[in-house]
């Protein structure tokens, strides 16, 4: 695998020192340099084009939020992962939003924060467990619920079923094929491109396709909005167990 290169975007030094010597430490990863806030990390992210941001939402002047969205629009090549203290859904929506493709609290263990910044690299949808708990409650209007799944798994999956919610809601979004339909379940149930690649008996390449197609088809921009747009629009519901968010 090619070196993964970073951008560290924290306003208290201690912090980025911290996150410095964790991916030091590691093998496979290269910091090309840090911001303090918002504006600096834009600045950097056009200049030295890192493939992952590690990005604190709130920071003296320019936000997180506000600098997720600039590089999303200027630098789309790299992406964007928000590391912070905050969990509530006031700075976890925004942020998605924005184009943010993962949400992690800064209490993750250190092999989390690096597991997540290698998905959100490939395309990945990662979110701490207390953000994707939040955001399933949200989305299913306050049911409580357990944990969604991490999305790595050693157990066998049984192809998800079609909901009484999607035979009803179908009609929003017709021109879905079958394959996109069954890759979006996939991705309800937390499951990553390999895994689903797995499960339909397709190449990777092919389910990046159909996730792409997905994207457009659901004005989505990325793996975390087509799941959100995809129970929104009552098309699936998040599969939920004990052990997801990486």
């Known amino acids: 695998m090619s070196l993964c290169t970073l951008i560290l975007v924290d306003d208290h030094p201690l912090m ?3 996150l410095r010597n964790l991916f030091d ?3 496979g990863f290269q910091v090309l340099g ?5 504006a600096e990390a834009v600045q950097k992210c056009l200049e030295l084009d890192p493939d992952v941001v590690l990005m604190d939402i709130r920071m003296p002047g320019m936000d997180g939020i506000e600098a997720t969205a600039q590089i999303v629009q200027q630098a789309p090549r790299s992406k964007v992962l928000a590391l912070t203290t905050f969990s509530t859904l006031e700075y976890v929506v925004p942020a998605l939003r924005a184009g943010a493709s993962g949400y992690l ?25 207390s953000v994707a708990n939040s955001l399933a409650n949200n989305v299913l209007g306050d049911v409580p619920v357990p944990s969604v799944r991490r999305g790595r798994t050693e157990t066998a999956h049984t192809v998800p ?3 009484p919610a999607a035979t009803n809601q ?3 979004v017709p021109d879905l094929t079958t394959r996109e339909l ?3 379940r996939w991705i309800a149930k937390g499951l990553n491109n390999n895994e689903i690649a797995d499960q339909m008996k397709v190449s990777h390449g092919s389910v990046k396709a159909y996730v792409s ?14 799941l959100i747009a995809g129970i929104q629009s009552g098309l699936v519901e998040p599969e939920l167990t004990d052990d997801m968010t990486q």
């Open 161 to 163: 079923q079609e909901t």
């Open 105 to 129: 609290v800064k209490d993750a263990r250190h092999e989390e924060i690096v597991s997540a910044v290698l998905q959100v690299r490939e395309d990945e949808m990662t979110l701490s467990q």
């Open 170 to 172: 179908q009609s929003f």
């Open 34 to 38: 840090e911001a303090s806030e918002g």
């Open 25 to 27: 430490a590691e093998p």
């Open 16 to 18: 980025r020192d911290a």
């Open 213 to 226: 197609q997905l994207c457009d088809k659901l004005g989505a921009r990325d793996r975390v909005q087509v």
């Open 182 to 184: 069954e890759t979006l």
